[in-house]
């Protein structure tokens, strides 16, 4: 059974959707099998991973709105392992529709438990909003990421996330876990950068990840080519992080692999 993570966070511009894209991209590079699912109205991580979603006929909108199996409209990427169900701009009125339907918390959990078997990992980008699809992302979710952005108003906001995962805990689903918190954007050169990493890990300590995403030209070039960073330029220092913050997950849930070469004993001469 494949674990769900959302990437959630209500502000814009927090590093968002370019952690959900990549952190997929680097799951599927270590040979996890991931489906990136776009559950933001933009479509950007659509569009980061090489599709135009211009050209998207059939989206997540058609698998909430009208129960479509969403199998029938996973993409495969030129990432191997890596599978994306798009966005597109309909899912702005997916809200509106779903208001006066039952269980409407709930559409989102229903169509991922058709596909949840076929993926080791599920990575859902949540809209920058606390609204009906987000709800629905961390209903269905087993665990929610928070990127924060190293930046003067870093903590704004973070408190009512952090209540809204609490309500969605008590009353929706009461198995979802903060995978942890991200800090994205960290410019090593600058003492601001210095003073929020700090203030966030001692606020939320076990809370926050050993990862830290440093601010990369790659990183913001990659989008433009319809490329995740990993494919851009491999070795550039946002591809590494991204990896590194991969691996941190795999080893926080127990679920880093040994390659079959590194299992057998060697032999003395």
Known sequence: MGKIIAIANQK????????????????????????????DPQANATSGVGFDPRNIKTSIYE????????????????????????SHIDLVGA???????????RMMKNVLEKIKNDYEFIIIDCSPS???????????????????????????????????IKIVQTRLNPELDIEGI????????????????EEVKTHFQQMTFNTIIQR???????????????MHDASSKG????????????QKNNLTRMKNADKKIPVAS
């Open 239 to 250: 591809a590494t992080n991204y990896l590194n913050l991969a691996r941190e997950i795999l």
């Open 182 to 197: 991200l800090l994205t954007m960290y410019d090593s050169r600058l003492r601001l950068s210095n003073q929020v990493v």
């Open 130 to 164: 606390l609204g009906l699809i987000t709800i629905n992302s961390l209903t269905a979710a087993d665990s929610v990421i928070i990127p924060v952005q190293c930046e003067y108003f870093a903590l704004e906001g973070l408190g009512k996330l952090l209540n809204t």
């Open 216 to 230: 990369n030209t790659k990183l913001g070039e990659a989008p433009s080519f319809g490329q995740t960073v990993i």
């Open 63 to 86: 698998c909430i709105i009208n129960q479509s199996n969403p199998k029938e409209h996973i993409l495969s990427t030129e990432t191997p392992h890596l599978y994306l169900l798009p």
């Open 95 to 105: 809200e509106i529709e779903m208001i006066h339907l039952p269980n409407r918390e």
């Open 12 to 39: 814009g511009g927090v590093g968002k959707t370019t952690t959900a894209m990549n952190l997929a991209a680097s799951l599927a590079v270590l040979e996890y099998k991931t489906l990136l699912i776009d559950a």
